[in-house]
């Protein structure tokens, strides 16, 4: 599989379209997101190679502190029953694999967390979906199903690894279950609905379907199953933005605009309420038709920026770091291995940047500048947060920011904007040449840039 | 002061007519209310003569549990410093009386609690304006002020019952000043901005003006002041309205409309944000045009019905109970005195109600109807609140609430509905003549129901 | 029923032996008081007359905001059934009386907020008990039993007013429910244990018993009944005493003594816990002798004082506000009417106290004086706290409390210790005289004291 | 350095051995522990080598996510002002050593959880100790102070790893800084106390003081210094174990006896208290001897092992994971790698476990067994924690528990006291050899056991 290393967002969008092949971005988007499910079926059994096998799993048994219920589950769906077999602490390879024998399913919820490919893979979507992308494993022995009928929140890529195993999809059962916001419970046969199709997945295939279709799937009786599912858009729709937007558009409208400071007609509350509903139809309409104007009157208050960034934040403590190779850490100060001349004698601890020194910033996507209050000291500084040292487990650690003095805001969005072009220290827009260098050199010493040339330290 | 009686809400626009006399009430919501302050010189020293006094003071701080801070403020403002000589418990006579001779101003907070008049002019008043009516009376010395210049949350009618007051009142300074949602601090002289006018109120005069106004008034040298301030309409405007209404119509609207569900732009957060806020005003503009349509929707979505349950059951929680004259009293079951023929023997315990006794509620505002869940024995009911049991201090006791059956719901709402009127039992909308009686008993003994005749009991 | 009025613990002394005539307080404390149950037959139908009676209880359903569950209850047991009949607001009259006529019990749960005779009985006796002295009244229609078999955690004096009732009594269960610290729930007719009496009470008769004995009474068929019951010394014992005390004593132990802050051995936590019980006793015997020795040292400790005023505020915001005659009131700012000479002119405002008048506290317990912090404005004072304002109705203020400054605590307490004597105010052990007279004023107007002769007003 | 492996408490005592070698144990803890300090000086530069070291942490920086504030601090100690020079996010090595070489002090806060030699260390001595054994390293530039002097609420072992420092200790101040709570702030050089000596520490040398000897530390104008403090005992007092004990085992005497229930006498308010404490001292003294008396039963009454349980618990979730060479772990479950035949097809995942295998449990202190309530299935089982599976931050993860069915308790306690011997599974106290082996499979994967020989895997 193609790691794409140049524009991230462009990268992600290529990975995408790995992903998708031989669909492209523009007609998934234009015919296939979030409208209809989409099975591409690609007769490259080796196509995945390289992401996550059965092999990688037992690796991951084997070496890491992979804990039942938190980083995986075991079950089964049997007679139209659905157990959870979990026990407590950790999940010891011969102990799991003892249970996939006796017929179990195994779901590794964070496998990014375990496997390198995968969290690259997740870290590089993310730049083009600009939202968190998550991924589950779910290994199935020969014959059996691990898991009830359901539908779920998100947007679902099932990418087949090993084995088959045969996939039955289900149109949303109502307006209301399209594109749901949270996901179902378990169904029983009779509650499911209209089958879409049936098909079986190999090796190589691709599965996808939006929020909301009704699925499950068995593995077939001559081989266990393996896939990965690809996953994104958990609560990211219009929706929910306006439930951010909505409260601080209120506020502001009450405080800029006298309308809905006004007092409400002495007769408001004989118009409405249950006892009220069949009565006064005309005074009641009139009513609804002044709520209308305030309404438009909401709409041109909204402060899409500032909720924007309040998503953006969110985004960056949800992300993975990004995944860098050795070249780019090489060119930056996450490859800047200091050695020991003698104890207590490191070889170098200054980086050279000067103004002839090209950088970017690491991702286009992992960083974002939020006005702020004054600091402690009074000086008016902005507040920059990133996912560039977020650890690879979700939430494990708090949101990663830091502060620049607001002077240097515009050199850091110049850089930002930039992106994937390197510029040149001098060039930023400051100033100084000692302010341009000692930004480069803070930014670079907080991991958020690389330079066009591996860096030299003395 | 008239105090009639006969249709609640017409009887509290009668006396908000004598309050504003000679203006109409209709000229007043017109012309006035919320727009401009009123000035009204009666000539009357004894228009409101009955209503509160000195007299009436010394009798309640002789007789009641006044406390410092909580019912009532001993305040002076000298040389531009505004104070506060509160102490702990209770505000005996004497020592209250010691204050006011050594310049202290004497702020009753809730009169209503302890003059009946007071009490009867707020609970009639608010059956005209459906929302809490308060009063404040307000004692000051010879030659003194109490209060540094500020504005108010509420429309404030003020009443000079005895001596003279001159009043000063300022343009608000803006338009976010304008009618405001909260009161302000005390101003300096430099902070009040346009005097409107300097006028000497006495005892029978009124001044009216509206949330938002600076004002401040000062005992004339030769007498004190004794005036009551009645207000209304605290965060009682179309915005705080919407506060209640937009979480759910949003939720409502989320769960009925997909092109709520529907995910985002990819693009989204590289468009919007401190750091994106000049670049791809196109994009951004068609951004824009989807969340105005959304506010189009949205407005579709308003229920004004639940919207107004809640506020009208906060009403009714904040109000004062109804103010019932001796005859009311008896025609209902808060006269219905028992006695007793021996120990332990009391002389009746049924009240004569029959299908051909006249009954109306017992206030057109004093209970509302409002859908409610399965009670606890599973009939399906619906939940009636009401003030008629209310203290009469503020929030003192838990909402005053009780559930009838559902299929007794439609005989309320007539009962509610046709007010002033009384009907018989026997014309509610009701299957049997025995739900009739019932019922009517039932609610008689609320004490929401008043007879036409006084009631006799068996 | 004999009010006394002197000295008030001693008048408390002299009720409570009107309630247990012709017991004596020795003999009851010496032989009876929470070791067993006392009849008291005094063959005197007429001896409570005056404190409480159905027709007090009728006048108050008429006049007072009775409700149902706060303030009463409505109750039948039937057929081992005990059923609670309160419905929601208000207890009007009739509607009570058609209960009571239909067989069901009336609790009247507070009667010392509504009845001045019951205020004045526990008021008087809480003097001597110095804790909580609670009342309810039970109504009970003739034949019938309103409460199932049960015990309370409260030392219980039941006064037979009107009727008569059959009471049976059985004895603790076992050790445990000696004395218990809470009351059980109801019981069946096979769990209550051994029968000590059934004995039937008329008017006049008392019965008590103490926490812990199970207890039921019916009415006999021929009459109602009306009783009071008088409690007291609920969680008022050593046990809760060391759960104050306790929690300090161990702060101050370990802050004052190295003992308690050297380090466990190191192989403890080998010694003890389920899976050692059995093991190294001698290790573990060594151990439990040094834990006995910290125990003493903990005794060497203990900080009573600071205890007994935690203890002592608690009971003085639990306590009734002291019954106060015409006379008493009449000799303090209680009684200090003012009247008005003409509007705003109050007739007088001074208290006449010169270093001559005579004064005291007004009770003996119903003030105590605490240790403070400085005040807010870096004053040294103490605080004191006293139930003289308290309203009738349980915790329904907060704790009644003030300041004074340190050098004036001396005065104070000399006043405390010398009640039941009146003194001069130059008596006070203070320096000036304008000192001696300033403290009197001061708290002559909070309240708390009373002068021998009736005050004069300037 | 020895790192002993058989007895584990035995171990850890070998290992604390060395640690103050030549001292022995036995003479340190009689004279030595809790009541001086100690400096060994053992001219042997090499003493501790390859426990930490410069390179190490160098190493360390350049691997690992290591946090400014949350692993390691920045900090100066000039002119007697203590500074922190913490930025957020990352430590970055070049960015440590440029402060390092700035003259900043560095200390890496829990080396334990990057370095396996200090895992091992720490992990050792707690089965000696019992408690949690924590570490610091500190690593100071030449001629410079990191810390103000200040005194620390934990037993300090100072090993000097690399150059050297002048170390100056001062008494505890009073009798309440002996043996404190808590640790100091920073002191001032006039608030120290007298010094009890100065002397320079090299490599290899040692330095033990109790907690609330203040002391403070200088690197030599010649060498930086490196040493790593190992720390222990924090809050784990006689004085600390009562807090535990008391108020269940007054809840107990509550219960359980009735002198603890019995009232308190009618004057106790009146004797004690700040008014009162001067008055009745006769009175006063006897009631002191009750108290006394009920502390002696409070005493009978206490249940030191469930105290010991609740300590014992805390310490397990507070401890290191046990270190295991690779010999144990080839013997356990953490060494029973599995792999694989072909894709989805392990090797193997049955542990070879019979009546004839040799078991012991993995630490004489990695477990404790609880009682327990029923489990979900209403069986009875006993809850067994252990630290067996902690992450080697502290409290990264919750409480490692599981239960096992109460009649398998003895068996499991059985080989707790049987450690360090290991015996047949055969020789367990259980009646069936199919229990005896499917409670060591149980154990085995659980990961508490380990067997004589390495184990098969079938």
Known sequence: MPFPVGDSENDGKELFEWLIHPYTSHKFFKDIWESRPLLVLRHCPRYADGLFSTKEMNRILNECNVRYSVNLDVTTY???????????????????????????????????????????????????????????????????????????????????????????????????????????????????????????LEAGNLLYFPRGYIHQAKALPDTHSLHVTISMYQRNS???????????????????????????????????????????????????????????????????????????????????????????????????????????????????????????????NALRIVASQNDTNDNSVVQVFHCVQNPRVYHQEEKKTFEILRQ?????????????CYVTVGSLPLDSNEDKVNLAISLFEKGILVTEEKIKML
Chains 1, 2, 3, 4 share one sequence.
């Open 408 to 420: 240097f805001a515009p050199a850091l969005e110049f850089l930002i904007h930039k992106y994937p």
């Open 238 to 364: 219009w929706g929910d933005l306006l439930e951010k937007l909505l409260p601080t558009t209120l506020q502001n409208a009450i405080i800029d605009d006298v309308e809905f400071r006004k007092g409400l007609p002495l007769d408001y509350l004989s118009l409405f309420g249950e006892q009220n509903c069949d009565k006064h139809p005309d005074r009641r309409r009139a009513f609804m038709g002044k709520i209308s104007d305030l309404f438009r009157r909401l709409a041109d208050k909204v402060d899409i920026d500032a909720a924007a960034d309040e998503h953006g934040i969110n985004f960056l403590h949800d992300a993975m770091p990004p995944y860098m190779t050795q070249d780019e850490k090489s060119r930056s100060i996450h490859g800047c291995d200091v050695g020991m001349t003698s104890p207590g004698t490191p070889t170098h601890y200054i980086c050279d940047i000067d103004e002839k020194t090209r950088i970017r910033v690491l991702r286009k």
């Open 78 to 200: 049997q007679n139209g029953r659905r157990e959870t077999h979990n026990i407590d602490g950790r999940a010891y390879a011969p102990v799991v694999w003892d249970y996939f024998k006796n017929g179990c399913s195994i779901r590794l919820k964070n496998p990014q967390a375990f496997s390198k490919p995968v969290w690259r893979l997740c870290a590089t979507l993310q730049e083009f979906f600009k939202c968190m992308v998550g991924a589950n494993t779910y290994l199935t022995p020969p014959g059996t199903q691990g898991f009830a009928p359901h539908y779920d929140d998100i947007e679902a890529f099932v990418l087949q690894l090993e084995g088959k195993k045969e996939w039955t999809l289900y149109s949303p059962r109502s307006g209301k279950e399209t594109l749901p916001r949270y996901s179902s419970g378990n169904f029983t046969a009779d509650e499911i609905g209209d089958e879409i199709f049936t098909q079986t």
